[in-house]
């Protein structure tokens, strides 16, 4: 069997399509919300590189990491405006389930009285920087809402995510015996 070729060469002017055939400009909206989340994705695969076997963390980065394909699928399909679509495999559960975490870990860190800089150990600074990706594809899929319906779950899935990050970042550092890089308005 012949492998096929991994260039189309179809993406060569500019466009790409979405799942269903549709082209449209790279630059799309769209396109910024999806590629955000698999950047986001990329990154959490380097954060999740950086733990060792026994951080019981590593797991939640595979669920997210999954649940991020699913929400990547989601936004590369355009569906009817009349068509209220679910994104797969987000609901209720997926997101008590960050909710969950989130809990655990804030419990486990002291109590924060100061922003932070982001930084620490290497884990912790790399958990800083999927935040801000998340943030930055939460403002993109945000835009896309305009024009596209986008399923709620998906949303507050996003925003959880975000807050599990920045906590992630906490415990990366607590368990590594890091400081934290606390904010001097006047450094």
């Given at each position: 069997?012949k ?12 466009t790409?399509?979405?799942?269903g ?13 999806y ?9 959490i695969?380097?954060l999740s590189?950086m ?5 019981c ?17 989601y ?9 209220q679509a ?8 997926a ?6 975490e ?8 002291p109590?924060?009285h100061?922003f ?20 930055r ?7 896309l809402s ?8 998906l949303?507050r ?7 599990y990050?920045?906590?992630?970042a ?5 368990i590594?015996?890091a ?6 308005k006047?450094?």
């Amino acid at each position: 069997m012949k492998k096929s070729n991994l260039y189309t060469r179809t993406g060569d002017t500019g466009t790409t399509s979405l799942v269903g055939g549709q082209r449209v400009r790279k630059d799309d909206i769209r396109i910024e919300s999806y590629g955000t989340i698999d950047e986001l994705n990329s990154h959490i695969g380097l954060l999740s590189s950086m733990m060792t076997e026994d951080n019981c963390q590593k797991a939640i980065l595979t669920f997210i990491q999954n649940k991020l394909f699913n929400i990547g699928a989601y936004l590369a399909t355009e569906n009817p405006p009349e068509k209220q679509a679910v994104c797969y495999g987000l609901g209720k559960t997926a997101i008590e389930k960050l909710e969950k975490e989130i809990d655990s870990l804030d419990a486990t860190v002291p109590p924060l009285h100061a922003f932070l800089l982001p930084g620490g150990n290497p884990a912790a600074s790399q958990a800083h920087v999927c935040r801000t990706v998340c943030r930055r594809a939460e403002r993109n899929i945000i835009s896309l809402s305009e024009t596209a319906y986008i399923d709620p779950d998906l949303m507050r899935f996003i925003n959880r995510l975000s807050d599990y990050l920045f906590v992630l970042a906490r415990f990366n550092n607590f368990i590594a015996k890091a400081s934290e890089i606390f904010w001097d308005k006047d450094c």
